[in-house]
């Protein structure tokens, strides 16, 4: 079966500090990956997805990058936080492609998320 | 661009009771799917139930079931029997045909308190 695996749980980091959070999934190939933000009480913010290595997609322009440096590795990194950048940050994963003129009904399974807090 | 609408941002029910979570949504896409999971406390993202634009059928999974009006692009989450293990958030997501990625469209949830 398949899983995936995100951590840590908590950060607490200062501002200007450099952040890498690390995503990773077992027992499947090629999937979709993706990283959200969620605020406090608030709905989930797509930020990137990336549906093979190296390939990258940015949702909003931010001080955030992304990286897939392997098949099931997705990385959420950035050189400088931000106060704004707080918050909880969910990976999540898919089955790859979908059948032509069909949307595909696989859902998106999720991480248990990092709650980050920037001081 | 697709868009979703969860207009209850908390409610109370009562144990045992039924609780419908209002979604509508606005899509271009003739082929779309509408997604319901469920966040307890914790923070983890449960997947709970799916609706294809073009299945007949309204979607049902054990104590869940979606009332799907295409019309009117509403797609309601029906709880049945709640239990105080259902407080939670719950949000309805969405993707379009033509979304890159199969990314999903998210709305900013409902929060829902059981009382016993």
């Known amino acids: 079966s398949q899983t995936i695996h995100q951590w840590p749980a908590t950060l607490v980091q200062p501002v200007g500090s450099p952040l890498s959070l690390e995503c990773t999934v077992e027992?499947?190939?090629?999937?979709?990956l993706y990283w959200y933000r969620q605020a406090a009480g608030r709905g989930l913010q797509l930020l990137f997805y990336?549906?093979?290595?190296?390939?990258i997609s940015s949702e909003v322009p931010q001080n955030l990058s992304a990286s897939r440096p392997q098949d099931r590795q997705f990385i959420l990194s950035s050189k400088k936080l931000l106060l704004s950048d707080s918050g909880f940050y969910l990976c999540?994963?898919?089955?790859?492609?979908?059948?032509?003129?069909?949307?595909?009904?696989?859902?998106?399974?999720f991480g248990d998320g990092t709650r980050l807090s920037i001081l | 661009a697709q868009k979703i609408t969860q207009t209850q941002p908390g409610m109370f029910v009562q144990e045992k009771e039924a609780v419908t979570l209002d979604c509508t949504y606005d899509?271009?896409?003739?082929?779309?799917?509408l997604f319901w999971y469920k966040q307890p406390s914790s923070g983890e993202m449960i997947f709970l139930i799916y609706?294809?634009?073009?299945?007949?059928q309204n979607a049902t999974e054990g104590r869940y079931s979606l009332n799907f009006q295409k019309a009117r692009k509403s797609a309601n989450l029906v709880i049945s029997a709640s239990q105080l293990g259902d407080s939670a958030m719950y949000f309805c997501?969405?993707?379009?045909?033509?979304?890159?990625?199969?990314?999903?469209?998210f709305g900013g949830g409902t929060r829902v308190l059981v009382k016993p």
């Open positions: 999540a994963w898919s089955p790859p492609g979908r059948m032509p003129k069909m949307v595909s009904n696989q859902p998106q399974h």
């Open positions: 027992g499947t190939s090629n999937p979709n």
């Open positions: 990336s549906v093979g290595i190296g390939q």
């Open positions: 899509t271009s896409d003739q082929s779309y799917g």
């Open positions: 609706q294809g634009s073009y299945d007949e």
């Open positions: 997501a969405m993707r379009g045909l033509k979304a890159a990625g199969n990314k999903l469209t």
